[in-house]
């Protein structure tokens, strides 16, 4: 049977609330579990928001205790930097980039993609 009406490509994503866009500190992070195995760092920079994988990808530290600096976040373990924008690594030693989600803030709340779904 053919599928009528909007296709899977035109249907919009299912979002996932973290939390109140207020909940954030000006350049600093909040760290949220979304599950027993993903945490995540939001932080709020230059007025915009980001969302990246809590754990650096050099070590075993939350990047939510880090220093915001800028567009970038620095490791609070070795001070190596990721481009809170694209993940990118931006400062030795870190050479992993970090899984970056698009946010999106409404009525003052922060949205990502739900990928769980």
């Not at 754990?55 to 075993?60: D, P």
């Not at 490791?75 to 690594?89: V, W």
């Not at 980039?97 to 990502?112: F, M, N, Q, S």
């Amino acid at each position: 049977m053919a599928m009528t009406g909007l296709s899977r490509s035109a249907m919009p994503e299912p979002e996932l609330a973290l939390c109140k866009a207020s909940d954030v500190p000006e350049d600093g992070g909040l760290r949220l579990e979304l599950s027993a195995q993903v945490a995540v760092a939001v932080f709020r920079a230059g007025g915009a928001y980001f969302v990246v994988d809590d754990k650096c990808t050099h070590g075993n530290a939350s990047l939510a205790d880090g220093e915001v600096v800028g567009e970038d976040i620095a490791c609070p373990y070795h001070f190596g930097t990721f481009s809170l924008r694209t993940g990118e690594p931006t400062g030795s030693p870190c050479t992993v980039p970090l899984r970056t989600y698009p946010a999106t803030v409404r009525d003052g709340v922060i949205y990502i993609v739900d990928l769980s779904v």
